[in-house]
Structures are given as C-alpha cells and as structure tokens.
C-alpha cells in the first residue's frame, strides 16, 4: 500500500490555518461586542426621545418657527438656526468647601448622535472582515506611533472609505455609507450657531444620569471591540509562534483537535478541491452546461460535496 504524503506546510496555508483559530477565539468571546451594541441600539432609541424633551423645554417649537419664518423674511438679520446632532446638558449642583463657602459643581455630559472613529470600527467591524478589511488597525499598534508603517495607513485609508470618513467637501453627500447614515439618523433643529457647545442645556440629576448612562453605552462598545482584539490576539501570538516551527498539516491538525478548531485539508487549497470534483466527465459536463453561471463560492460547496460522496 502506497504510503500517504504529507502536506508541506507554506506561509499561505499556515495564513489558513491561523484564520481557523482566530475563527474560532473570537466566537469564543464575541457576545459580548454583539450584546454592547444591541444595548447601545436601545439606549440610543431612548436617547433620542429624551434630548428632544430636553431641547424642547428649552427651546419651545413655536420660537423654532418664529425665528424660521424670521429668517424667511429678514434674511440672516432675522435669527439663527441649525439643525444638528450634538448636544451638551448639564446640572449645576451647590455644594459647600470645607471652611463652608458654597460653590457650584458643573457636571456636563456631551450628548452625540453621529459616530465617531473608533466606535465606527467597533459597530460595524463585521461587515468590514467581511470585505478583507481590518478595522482592528488601530490596536494593533498599542498606542506605539512608531509602529505606523504603511500597511497600518493603508488599512486606516480602506477602513475610512468603507465607512465614509474620508468624504471631502466636494463629495456627494447623498453617498449611502455608515457615516452620512448615521448622521442624517436623528437632527433637531436648534436655535443657535453652529457650535456645539452652544447648546448647553440645563437639566436635573436624573435626566444627567440616563445621559451619562447612554454615553457609557456607546463607550462599552469601544471597550469590548478591544477586549475581544486583546484576548484573541494574545492566543494567536501563541499560535503563530508554534505554526513557524511546524512542518506538515499533520502537526496543525494534531493541534486543532486537541483545541477543538475545525481544521481539513480541503480548507488549505479550495481550488485543487475544486480540480478533483471535475474529473468525473459526468461533473466536468455539468459545469460547462450553458445554465446559471456557478460563483465561486457555489464552485467550491459543488467540490466538496462530490468529495465528500466519493468518501461515502
């Protein structure tokens, strides 16, 4: 009987073999980034409704329009007004020192509905994997700004587009990306500039504390993006190491079983998969029948299941 050869591992099937167990660390963990960001989607909800109760109390609709209709009539003489998503609210409590003088402890909280960079990355970092992106770029690096070499700019550069921060003033802001999506999500009109700080609204304890509660919301998605990078990358440091000094599948596979990630030889090299489902002239006549073009996705699960029935 003739002895089986070993597969020789190279860089790209040591490359497939990491992607399986960062896989399979990151769903071991990643509930937790999912229920940050369901939490955040109700906390955000409920936000909204708040601050326009807020900015209503204090900028009654009926000066909204007055001020509009002011403005239709007179021009920029006739008031100011913008429409926008950010907010400050505050709560101005007495308090009194230690020698019994009273003085006032401002608490503030900048309440925003756009989206900023890092929670950007966090949020939709599954649709960005999903493109070859890596919007895990920015961990990587730990704080070292010498560790930003090309490959670090170029990722930051792809991430951008994808999520529409590198849209200049010339672009079409009709563009659908993540963020002009999330900017025209939720706008109330303001009296005022356009300054953000402008609008600094006082409220009572309460309403500063469900605030407080929605930007913690949004923080903790932040937190749990890197959380989730920092566990499964320290495994994979590991892994690597070992993957360099391992020479066969063999090796790899002994590994992945006593892990428990899912590791076969067809994952290494999915087109000579797809070579062996064609040798059958009966298989080969199907493909090239003029019928609905396969993808290669739908090449490849065809290759497999030949495969698998020839073992059957």
């Known amino acids: 009987m003739e002895k089986q050869r070993k597969i020789t591992l190279n860089a790209d099937k040591r490359k497939v073999i990491a992607d399986q167990f960062q896989s399979f660390y990151e769903d071991k963990v990643k509930d937790k980034l999912v229920q940050a960001k369901e939490q955040y989607d109700i906390m955000r909800d409920k936000a909204k409704v708040a601050i326009e109760k807020v900015v209503r109390y204090h900028q009654p609709q009926e000066d909204v329009d007055t001020i509009r209709a002011m403005t239709n009539k007179y021009g920029d003489s006739g008031g100011d007004l913008y429409e926008d998503n950010c907010f400050y609210i505050r709560n101005p409590i007495t308090k009194v020192d230690n020698e019994g003088d009273e003085y006032s402890d401002n608490q503030e909280v900048h309440v925003r509905f756009d989206m900023g960079r890092k929670f950007a990355r966090a949020y939709y970092r599954d649709e960005m994997r999903a493109k070859n992106l890596n919007p895990d770029y920015h961990l990587s690096i730990e704080n070292d700004y010498s560790k930003r070499n090309p490959k670090y700019y170029n990722d930051e550069s792809a991430c951008n587009k994808f999520l529409g921060f590198n849209t200049s003033s010339n672009d079409d802001k009709s563009i659908t990306t993540p963020r002009m999506k999330w900017e025209n999500d939720f706008k109330l009109w303001v009296i005022g500039s356009s300054y953000c700080h402008s609008r600094n609204y006082k409220v009572d304890q309460s309403t500063l504390e469900f605030f407080k509660m929605y930007v913690q919301s949004a923080e903790n998605v932040i937190k749990e993006h890197e959380q989730m990078y920092s566990y499964v990358e320290s495994k994979m440091k590991t892994l690597r ?36 489902s064609i040798y059958s002239p009966d298989n080969l006549a199907s493909l090239l029948e003029d019928k609905e073009v396969l993808t290669r996705e739908q090449k490849i699960a065809f290759a497999r299941k030949q495969m698998q029935q020839s073992v059957n």
Not at 247 to 262: H, S
Not at 268 to 276: C, D, F, G, Y
């Open 241 to 276: 190491l070992g993957l360099k000094s391992y020479r066969t599948y063999d090796q790899a596979k002994a590994l992945a079983d006593k892990v428990g990630v899912v590791l076969n030889e067809s994952m290494l090299n999915e087109s000579s998969s797809l070579a062996l």
